[in-house]
């Protein structure tokens, strides 16, 4: 079955400039999750969705960083007047989450968008 | 200090060998544990679960010493194909609504 795509896969901004980046989880899954891993570095946490209430954006490094999810399933990530230091991978996960059921709460990565700020 | 901690890499190994990568966690109330794979410019799949009792998938072991807070993964007779980065994670709940916590990450090259 589709796994969880995101889009753009490259995305190259000027300083800046703003940027929205775009999650489809996998069709069911209630939670969603936004990573940010850098060059060398393991996925760091950025926000969490379960269906379209954003329960957790303690990881969201600046005010400038938004997230959303109005109906519940596609998420948007968008960055406002992005800064060099913003250039990393943008990963998205979802998990079906049932609910205390381990076989459910893998988390499936998406493929990333590679945002690079000049 | 980061919250899961890995051996540094990269660990550059021939076809055959045995290899062990070593991780540990600062959070004592850490709940489930995991070993993720990631090639290069792809994303991280799920490679096992760890559990206390420690858990085998074909040439792959994992262990988890929770009073060490130490995680480790075995890999027999490594095979060209297993060259990537291994993601030692950590979830601070049972449920799956919560973040995982990464570790940097340990390069593995298998060499012919």
């Known amino acids: 079955g589709a796994g969880v795509s995101q889009s753009p896969r490259y995305k190259v901004a000027k300083r800046g400039q703003d940027v929205a980046l775009r999650c489809d989880p996998i069709?069911?899954?209630?939670?969603l999750f936004w990573y940010q891993q850098a060059l060398g570095q393991g996925p760091e946490f950025l926000t969490y969705?379960?269906?379209?209430?954003?329960?957790?954006k303690s990881g969201l490094p600046s005010d400038r960083f938004f997230a959303e999810r109005p109906e519940g399933s596609v998420s948007t990530l968008k960055i406002q007047r992005t800064q060099q230091e913003d250039s990393a991978v943008y990963l998205c996960?979802?998990?079906?989450?049932?609910?205390?059921?381990?076989?459910?709460?893998?988390?499936?990565f998406g493929p990333g968008t590679r945002l690079t700020v000049l | 200090r980061k919250e899961v901690e890995q051996d540094p890499g990269p660990f550059n190994v021939p076809e055959g060998a045995t290899v062990a990568f070593n991780c540990t966690y600062s959070n004592s109330a850490s709940q489930s544990f995991f070993w993720y794979r990631q090639d290069c410019r792809k994303e991280p799949k799920l490679l096992m679960s760890v559990y206390s009792s420690g858990n085998e998938d074909g040439r792959f072991t994992a262990q988890l010493n929770r009073a060490s807070q130490y995680i480790s993964l075995l890999i027999r007779d490594s095979k060209l194909s297993d060259s990537a980065t291994y993601l030692c994670v950590v979830n601070n709940h049972y449920s799956g609504n919560t973040p995982l916590v990464f570790g940097k990450g340990t390069r593995l090259s298998v060499i012919a």
């Open positions: 969705f379960q269906n379209e209430a954003q329960l957790d």
């Open positions: 069709s069911g899954h209630v939670s």
């Open positions: 996960a979802s998990s079906l989450e049932r609910g205390g059921d381990r076989a459910t709460d893998t988390q499936y």
